[in-house]
């Protein structure tokens, strides 16, 4: 009663679930501690007792129950038309909940979930190697994250799945009982005694039902958090395996050690015919290629364009504001300012696809500041040196040149315009 109220009363849930906490707040959780924690200790080996005597009380209480309905059901006395149209249609009705009962009680909902994340976590380290061989070299903390990941899955798997197994068993001998009183009742019929029946099944049918959403809410609850960070985990790496996708897709060239960032579909407000394509974000530039049809009428006719428009060291942004536009804030817009090296005073772009404006601002940003220190694959020596030995003031005037990037060949000073070979 206590645990239909929404209060615990399972130790064996509860340590379960103090141990997956514990997990999350530990960078790398050792494995035996967790899995002594829940299957090893006193307290694991109590709860499972404490489970046993539950059980017990629950059947005795549906066996007084069903006492009590065979009771009721011994009234021969025949129902009248309006009162049979009506145990009919109940009789039906809890027949359907009754079915739907046999297939609930095995929480299959947990279990498929449960299968799922097994299959999930076992999967993301392949993944992440993937990206790196396909040459991403950024988000390394991917990593690390997949690895203490793995550790508090394995650490809580087998526990989860066996306290999952046993809260089926004990739901599916609740079954038997509303089986037993369904026989009685095709026995006795539309009669008091029947209508009696029927109302006690009916109560043990909604009882049940309680029992086993509240079974679903108590495993779900205990591995929620974990759950929350392994499918995160697997949306990053969609979203870069996507940006990977584009670049593929648009065949776009990057320099000798120039490294892909993110990338989205992305339309240019050129103030003309607003050309759609890709804009890419490496850690030296930000390019814009056009990749699309033109010409034709209705979908017919026209020709594949894919051609880079423009490009900029992505030092060149002074500037960056995310904004929200169009019927519920639906378009995803960047407006820019731009200084020496840019094609264009100014620029807006469109980010399509379901990217955020506000993301790609904030990226941005640290990328023209240099503050993304999250490479996984390190750049050549050859390059760091080149970057130790740039200059950093115009040979022609004297001023500060902007921020050198990784790879680039030159820089132009905003104050002169002279090209300075790196």
């Given at each position: 009663e206590d645990a239909l109220k929404g209060g615990s009363t399972n130790p064996t849930a509860d340590a379960l679930s103090s141990a997956l906490g514990g997990a999350a707040k530990t960078e790398k959780p050792k494995k035996s501690g967790l899995a002594a924690a829940m299957i090893g200790s006193k307290q694991a080996m109590e709860a499972r007792q404490a489970r046993k005597e539950k059980t017990k009380a629950v059947a005795a209480g549906m066996m007084a129950k069903m006492a009590a309905a065979r009771e009721a059901?011994?009234?021969?006395?025949?129902?009248?038309?309006?009162?049979?149209?009506?145990?009919?249609?109940?009789?039906?009705?809890?027949?359907?909940?009754?079915?739907?009962?046999?297939?609930?009680?095995r929480l299959t909902s947990v279990q498929n979930d449960l299968a799922r994340l097994s299959q999930v976590t076992s999967a993301l380290p392949q993944k992440v190697q993937a990206l790196r061989d396909r040459g991403y070299a950024y988000r390394a903390y991917f990593e690390n994250k997949v690895q203490v990941l793995q550790e508090q899955w394995d650490a809580v798997d087998d526990e989860l799945k066996a306290y999952q197994d046993e809260e089926a068993a004990a739901l599916e001998e609740a079954l038997q009982p509303?089986?037993?009183?369904?026989?009685?009742?095709?026995?006795?019929?539309?009669?008091?005694?029947?209508?009696?029946?029927?109302?006690?099944?009916?109560?043990?049918?909604?009882?049940?039902?309680?029992?086993?959403?509240?079974?679903?809410?108590?495993?779900?609850?205990?591995?929620?958090?974990?759950?929350?960070?392994?499918?995160?985990?697997?949306?990053?790496?969609?979203?870069?395996?996507?940006?990977?996708?584009?670049?593929?897709?648009?065949e776009i060239s990057f320099a000798p050690n120039e490294s892909l960032y993110m990338a989205a579909k992305?339309?240019?407000?050129?103030?003309?015919?607003?050309?759609?394509?890709?804009?890419?974000?490496?850690?030296?530039?930000?390019?814009?290629?056009?990749?699309?049809?033109?010409?034709?009428?209705f979908g017919f006719g026209g020709k594949r364009v894919a051609e880079v428009l423009w490009e900029m060291p992505v030092s060149s942004v002074e500037a960056v504001e995310a904004e929200k536009k169009g019927l519920l804030g639906g378009k995803d817009m960047l407006n820019m300012q731009l200084g020496s090296g840019a094609p264009f005073a100014a620029l807006t772009i469109e980010v399509k696809g379901g990217e955020d404006c506000r993301e790609w601002e904030r990226h941005i940003r640290r990328m023209a500041s240099g503050e993304t220190?999250?490479?996984?694959?390190?750049?050549s020596p050859e390059m760091l040196e080149q970057l130790r030995n740039a200059p950093t003031d115009c040979v022609v005037c004297g001023a500060v040149l902007p921020q050198i990037q990784a790879g680039q060949t030159e820089a132009e000073c905003r104050y002169c315009g002279s090209v300075v070979r790196l």
């Open positions: 059901a011994k009234d021969t006395k025949p129902l009248d038309e309006a009162q049979v149209a009506e145990f009919e249609s109940t009789k039906s009705a809890l027949r359907r909940r009754y079915d739907t009962l046999i297939r609930d009680v509303i089986s037993d009183l369904f026989t009685d009742l095709a026995e006795r019929g539309a009669t008091q005694g029947g209508q009696a029946l029927l109302a006690q099944i009916e109560q043990l049918v909604s009882d049940l039902e309680t029992r086993v959403d509240a079974a679903n809410d108590e495993v779900e609850g205990m591995y929620n958090a974990l759950r929350r960070e392994i499918d995160q985990m697997e949306r990053q790496i969609k979203e870069v395996e996507k940006w990977l996708e584009l670049a593929e897709e648009a992305a339309e240019w407000d050129d103030g003309a015919d607003k050309p759609e394509g890709f804009l890419f974000l490496t850690d030296q530039r930000l390019i814009f290629q056009q990749n699309e049809k033109v010409g034709g009428r220190d999250e490479r996984a694959i390190e750049p």
